[in-house]
């Protein structure tokens, strides 16, 4: 990778959320500007818009002037179809797509998840890498690959650069610390607040990327589980925390 894409104006959706607040935190802190959007208000993006991603114009309005657009707002796992997937995760998405292309937005990331690739055989001497293919396993991966299948078409038919990041495990809730706590599976995937924020930027400052899928995790406990090389490589990702590094949660401490 060669040069940086420097002071850029970022739409961050889901700006509110775990991965929203740190990456908008993270952003601000290297010099870009950005606009957050979400259902609620957004206290670390320098700019903050409250609505939803299923309201088009208001999803136009925001992507404005924006040459770059991360797009983090969704419900964050398997759910009613009708009522949360549908709204949030599949039409959200379709005005994020829309409203990017046509405002002439320069560098679109969408982020999927590791779940997509929930029913592929785990390997014991390698990570699951993106030859793998998918195989969702739940509504709310299947909303992800869709995700994924979107960023191929706008790449290619409407000639946009368009990353696609599948994350690993950033815990938004104490619940989630125990599960990663009892599994070394969870530990892999392990996602810390700060290599997110690190992740999302990488994404918006690398340079010449047409398209691509990365997986995004923090730095391996010794077991690897999905391959982080390709981000590496491309986007200079260099995590820094294993778990439990930076989680944001207390860990209980008889456990
Ligand atoms: N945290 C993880 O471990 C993880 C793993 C894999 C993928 N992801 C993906 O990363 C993204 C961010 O996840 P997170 O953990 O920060 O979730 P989060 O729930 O903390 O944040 C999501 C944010 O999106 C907002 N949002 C949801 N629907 C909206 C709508 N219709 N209009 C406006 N705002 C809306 C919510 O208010 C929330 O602030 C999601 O797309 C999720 O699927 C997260």
């Not at 405002?103 to 993106?130: H, I």
């Not at 790449?155 to 950033?170: E, Y």
Request: net charge negative.
């Amino acid at each position: 990778m060669v040069g940086v894409r420097q002071n850029t104006r970022t739409l961050v959706t889901g700006s509110a959320g775990a991965i929203g607040r740190a990456t908008a935190a993270e952003l601000k802190s290297r010099g870009h500007f950005v606009r957050g959007f979400d259902r609620v208000e957004s206290p670390h993006a320098d700019e903050s818009i409250v609505a939803n991603l299923a309201d088009a114009g208001a999803v136009r309005d925001a992507t404005r002037g924006m040459d770059t657009v991360i797009h983090l707002a969704a419900t964050p796992d398997d759910a009613d179809f009708m009522s949360e997937l549908l709204p949030n995760n599949v039409i959200g998405l379709f005005n994020v797509f829309d409203a990017a292309r046509d405002e002439g937005v320069e560098r679109l990331v969408v982020t999927s998840t590791g779940q997509v690739v929930g029913g592929v055989p785990r390997y014991t001497d390698r990570p699951v890498m993106l030859e793998d293919g998918t195989a969702p396993r739940n509504h709310y991966a299947v909303t992800k690959v869709m995700a994924e299948a979107m960023a191929d078409m706008y790449a290619h038919r409407h000639d946009m650069s368009v990353i696609v990041v599948r994350p690993g495990w950033l815990p938004r809730e104490l619940h989630h610390v125990h599960g990663i706590m009892k599994s070394e599976w969870g530990q892999a995937v392990y996602f810390s607040p700060n290599d997110a924020g690190r992740f999302f930027r990488c994404c918006v400052e690398a340079v010449g990327v047409k398209h691509a899928v990365l997986f995004a995790t923090s730095k391996s406990n010794g077991k690897i589980v999905f391959d982080i090389e390709p981000a590496l490589e491309l986007i200079g990702y260099e995590p820094q925390d294993v778990w439990p590094q930076n989680c944001p949660h207390p860990l209980p401490k008889d456990e």
